[in-house]
């Protein structure tokens, strides 16, 4: 009988002890992976989207310019103030159409340079 206690004491101990280490185990952050080698640019797949094209900074001058290219058309009758806001995107809509261009009221680098340079209108 005695044995036996001793038997199942020393298989508690063992199983307590396994316990105690593997809640130690879980306790321990794991290590970070290793860096990935680098990742090659795969071409867009038909279900990804086309990034959108960047935003232009236009500055002050740059859309007083345009402002003034746009009155002179009788595109824009606002103020010439160097903002792009409501009245000027509306007015270069209106010129985008006159001109069969995609009306979306968006100032482009090439559409800056015709209303620059008078062609067009």
């Not at 316990?19 to 080698?37: G, H, K």
């Not at 071409?43 to 740059?62: F, Y």
């Amino acid at each position: 009988m005695l044995k036996r206690i001793l038997m199942m004491a020393a298989v508690v101990a063992v199983a307590g002890a396994a316990s105690a280490t593997a809640q130690q185990a879980a306790q321990q952050p794991t290590p970070a992976p290793a860096p990935a080698a680098k990742a090659t640019a795969k071409a867009p797949s038909a279900k990804t989207k086309a990034a959108a094209p960047a935003k232009m900074k236009w500055s002050a001058d740059q859309i007083k310019d345009v402002q003034t290219a746009l009155q002179k058309g009788n595109f824009y009758s606002g103020p010439i103030n160097g903002v792009w806001g409501a009245t000027t995107r509306a007015a270069l809509k209106k010129y985008q159409e006159a001109n069969k261009l995609p009306a979306t009221g968006r100032l482009t680098q090439e559409l800056y340079e015709k209303l620059k340079s008078g062609s067009s209108m």
